[in-house]
C-alpha cells in the first residue's frame, strides 16, 4: 500500500485496538510511511482518550447503583476482576467493531463511554464542573443539511478535536476548512478532507485558547485552505 492509498477508515478502530491481526499490520505498515493518517490517528487517540470527560454533570438517582450491583451478580472471577474498563471495552469492540462504519463506531463509543462514566458519578459525585471537558455541536446548513461535527474542546479550552460525519467526499482540488470565528474576524483553525463515508477528524489549531471564540464554521476551500473563506458554508456552531 502506498502512502497515497490512506487508511482513515481504520484508524478509530486502530486508535480502540479493534482490528484483526492482518488490519492491524496493514495499519501499522501506513502509519510508518504516511503523515497525514499518523496526524489523522493522533486526534483518534485524543477524542478516545478525552470523551469520558466530555459528558455534563448530572447526579444519577440513588436507586441506580443497587439497580446495577443487582445486575452485574455473581461477582467476577479474580482474572476478570483485574481488567480496566477500557480494557473490558476493547475486547467487546474487537469482536463487533470489524462490520460497523466509522461513523456507528464512534455513536458506540460515546454510548459506551456515558455509561461508564455514569457508573463512576455514582461513586465521584464530588466532581467539580471544572474538570469537565466542553463539547461542541456543529450543524449542518442548508447546503448539507444532514452533516454534523462535533468539537471536543481540552479541560484548559487551549486546543482540541473536530469530529465531522455525513459530509461529501471532495475531489483532489478542493478541502473543507475550518473557521474560527470572533467579533466577526475569521481565523484558519486547519483543513481536512473525509473519507468515502463522509467522517473526518482534525486537531484544532489556533493562536489563541478556542474559549476565546464564539463561533466555528466549515467552509468548502481550494486544497491547502483560504486566507479567508470563499466557498459554501457546510457546518456551523456556537462556542
Not at 500500500?1 to 499490520?25: G, R
Not at 464530588?126 to 446548513?141: F, K, N, P
Not at 447546503?143 to 478535536?161: C, F, M, N, Y
Not at 473519507?195 to 486544497?223: H, N
Amino acid at each position: 500500500m502506498s502512502a497515497e492509498e490512506h487508511v482513515f477508515d481504520l484508524l478509530p478502530s486502530y486508535a480502540l485496538d479493534c482490528l484483526d491481526e492482518d488490519e492491524t499490520i496493514l495499519v501499522s505498515e501506513h502509519l510508518a510511511v504516511c503523515v497525514d493518517c499518523r496526524a489523522e490517528l493522533s486526534a483518534c487517540q485524543f477524542t478516545v482518550d478525552q470523551l469520558a470527560l466530555a459528558q455534563p454533570e448530572t447526579v444519577p438517582p440513588p436507586e441506580l447503583k443497587t439497580r446495577l450491583m443487582e445486575r452485574i451478580q455473581p461477582a467476577p472471577s479474580t482474572d476478570q476482576a483485574r481488567l480496566s474498563w477500557r480494557d473490558a471495552f476493547a475486547i467487546f469492540l474487537r469482536h463487533t467493531a470489524p462490520a460497523w462504519g466509522a461513523a456507528g463506531l464512534l455513536l458506540l463509543l460515546v454510548l459506551g463511554v456515558s455509561n461508564i462514566w455514569l457508573w463512576q458519578r455514582v461513586n465521584q459525585q464530588e466532581e467539580s464542573q471544572s474538570d469537565i471537558m466542553r463539547t461542541v455541536a456543529l450543524s449542518g446548513t442548508e447546503v448539507i443539511p444532514d452533516a454534523s461535527g462535533l468539537i471536543v474542546i481540552s479541560l484548559d479550552g487551549e486546543h482540541g478535536t473536530l469530529v465531522v460525519d455525513g459530509l461529501p467526499p471532495l475531489d483532489e482540488s478542493h478541502q473543507y476548512q475550518l473557521w474560527l470565528i470572533d467579533d466577526g474576524q475569521r481565523q484558519s483553525g486547519g483543513v481536512f478532507s473525509v473519507d468515502q463515508e463522509g467522517y473526518g477528524a482534525l486537531w484544532v489549531s489556533s493562536p489563541k485558547p478556542l474559549s476565546d471564540y464564539s463561533a466555528v464554521g466549515i467552509t468548502i476551500e481550494p486544497a491547502g485552505g483560504s486566507p479567508g473563506p470563499t466557498g459554501d458554508r457546510v457546518l456551523g456552531g456556537s462556542l
